[in-house]
């Protein structure tokens, strides 16, 4: 019998987990892993760390080795092999060892079942000067290694990192770790584009706290030689910005070249068609990965996701469907996380502006900044947390969450909810751990679902923060005396909780009341005994922690 011949080209987080799969389902396959790089399986995500000196061994970022998947697996693989084409017709790829004397030989591998799994490139714009060196993108561990070996022997004092995402943020923090003082340059008005901009704000004034020179909403426009090795990045606003090293984090672009080259279609995202089986149009091709486009589970729409996770997933999908085994991938929602000098920044399914984007306008949102843990418990620590809905079945649509500990334990729970197609009903009633060390007998997730339901009921009518000066409503703060002396919303009433039943009628009838406390709990208790006074009353979610930060990106007056 013929043995079935895989090759799959890429050897990281979607080729290398589509191989190890086929070889469990497949003991007579013959299975070849191609990657252009030396080595395969390694951590991308640990890379900034291994800069920082965290990771201090090159070698603990290697999951798996060549010779661990030959011995283990017995799978071939091939580590500084340049796949160039494919020819769909004879179902073969033209490859080239980069290692050969001059680097010139091809051949021909025939396959019956070919796997494309190239990922993602960093973003290298073609601007002036941008070949200096000195200036550095990060994807593989040669990258990082070179970014180490640069900071080992020239002793930099200044760094700029381009890009305020993920990738970004790792970096100030692992460079500012390395004693270089650290300017990051965002071209959008706010860090971590995927949170929303209120989100971001605190993130944003993190940063400053810890050094960071942050310089938002100015592009970069082109770098210079300064005197000595010194570079100078010029931004799109003219100003000159002057460093001994420079981190490229702009972003990600699919690698499409050979599924371009190939005739196979790309999507309107740019990245490789694929169907629920991470099939290409060919019917003897698959892609997984950074480099294909999939769907989003909250907005149906077509995402490309570059994450370890899901390109895991689609590997092991794929691998199912090369063996005959018909499993779907059910799509994306984004559920990440990143730790920022301390503090921790975790989302998951779809962002306010994004369902803006998508045309979704049946939602609405709560905000809540509970303790991480029993309030009575020393060490209680606030989680900024934003937990979007669909109106009125209560849907979980996405959520965002930061702070110091417990963030991303609730963003968790929150992704499995929203992946089983769960309610905000479904947050309020979970049975989560409690201990006062770890959580509370209402967790921020219950308390999150609680709100909202709340909400759905008509128990607790939210205001939205962003309409103040639309509704004609009357602004109520109900906090002590000293909190409204030391900073309110301009053209509040101020009656203190303890002394609205008293004082109550000094509200206009007939006229709508917007309340808010210091975070949302007090306007809760006021919403509700006005409620029941025939006033048409309603909790601005979140509070004045909550317009604070909205305020400061220019989302409410």
């Not at 494919?86 to 179902?91: G, K, L, P, S, T």
């Not at 995202?269 to 169907?275: E, H, L, P």
């Not at 092991?316 to 730790?339: L, N, P, Y």
Request: hydrophobic fraction near 45%; charged fraction near 25%.
């Amino acid at each position: 019998m013929t043995r079935k011949r895989v090759l799959i080209v890429g050897g990281v987080a979607g080729g290398a987990s589509c191989a190890a799969r086929l070889r469990r389902l497949d003991e007579d396959a013959e299975i070849v892993l191609f990657d252009r790089g030396p080595h395969v399986s390694f951590a991308n995500c640990g890379l900034p760390y291994f800069v920082g000196n965290v990771i201090a061994d090159e070698r603990k970022l290697l999951v798996a080795s060549a010779q661990l998947f030959h011995e283990r697996f017995a799978i071939t693989v091939r580590t500084r092999h340049e796949v160039l084409a494919i020819d769909r017709a004879r179902r073969a790829i033209r490859v080239r060892d980069l290692d050969a004397p001059g680097g010139a030989h091809e051949r021909d591998e025939p396959y019956d079942a070919l796997v494309l799994a190239p990922g993602a490139a960093p973003i290298r714009p073609p601007l002036a000067g941008i070949d200096l060196p000195g200036i550095f993108a990060v994807r593989t561990i040669p990258d990082s290694v070179r970014i180490r070996r640069w900071i080992d022997e020239r002793k930099p004092a200044r760094a700029l990192v381009v890009g305020g995402g993920f990738i970004g943020l790792e970096m100030a923090e692992n460079l500012a770790a390395r004693g270089l003082r650290t300017t990051v340059l965002e071209k959008l008005p706010q860090v971590m584009p995927p949170l929303d901009p209120e989100m971001a704000h605190g993130v944003a004034e993190h940063l400053r706290g810890q050094g960071v020179d942050l310089r938002l909403g100015d592009g970069l426009g082109r770098f210079e030689r300064g005197a000595g090795d010194e570079l100078v990045a010029v931004t799109e606003g003219g100003a000159r910005l002057a460093a001994d090293l420079v981190i490229l984090a702009i972003g990600v672009r699919p690698e499409t070249g050979l599924a371009a080259g190939a005739g196979l279609a790309l999507g309107p995202r740019g990245g490789i068609v694929v169907d629920a089986g991470m099939r290409t149009e060919d019917p003897a091709v698959w892609a997984v990965g950074d480099a294909v486009e999939v769907r989003d589970v909250v907005t149906g729409q077509e995402a490309i996701v570059p994450l370890a996770g899901p390109a895991n997933r689609q590997g092991r999908i794929a691998a199912e469907s090369i063996c005959g085994r018909a499993r779907d991938f059910r799509g994306v929602q984004a559920t990440a996380v990143v730790g920022v000098f301390g503090l921790t920044v975790a989302c998951t399914g779809a962002s306010e502006k994004g369902l803006v984007r998508a045309g979704v306008a049946d939602f609405a949102r709560v905000y809540l900044h509970p303790g991480h843990h029993a309030a009575y418990y020393p060490g209680a620590r606030p989680i900024q947390v934003k937990l979007l809905f669909s109106v009125p079945d209560g849907r979980v649509l996405g959520a965002q969450a930061v702070g110091v500990e417990g963030v991303e334990k609730r963003i968790d729970v929150i992704a499995t909810t929203l992946q089983m197609g769960g309610t905000v009903r479904d947050l309020a009633e979970a049975e989560l751990c409690y201990a006062p060390q770890f959580g509370g007998a209402k967790d921020p997730v219950n308390l999150a679902g609680m709100i909202a339901t709340n909400h759905l009921d008509g128990l607790m009518p939210l205001a939205d923060w962003r309409m103040l000066d639309r509704g004609g409503a009357v602004l109520l703060d109900v906090r002590d005396a000293d909190e409204h002396a030391a900073g309110h919303v301009p053209g509040a009433r101020h009656i203190p909780l303890s002394e609205l039943r008293r004082r109550y009628r000094e509200l206009p009838a007939g006229q709508p009341v917007a309340v808010y406390c210091g975070v949302g709990q007090r306007a809760y208790y006021a919403t509700r005994f006005l409620l029941q006074r025939g006033y048409r009353a309603a909790n601005l979610s979140g509070g004045y922690a909550t317009y604070r930060a909205l305020h400061a990106v220019g989302l409410a007056p």
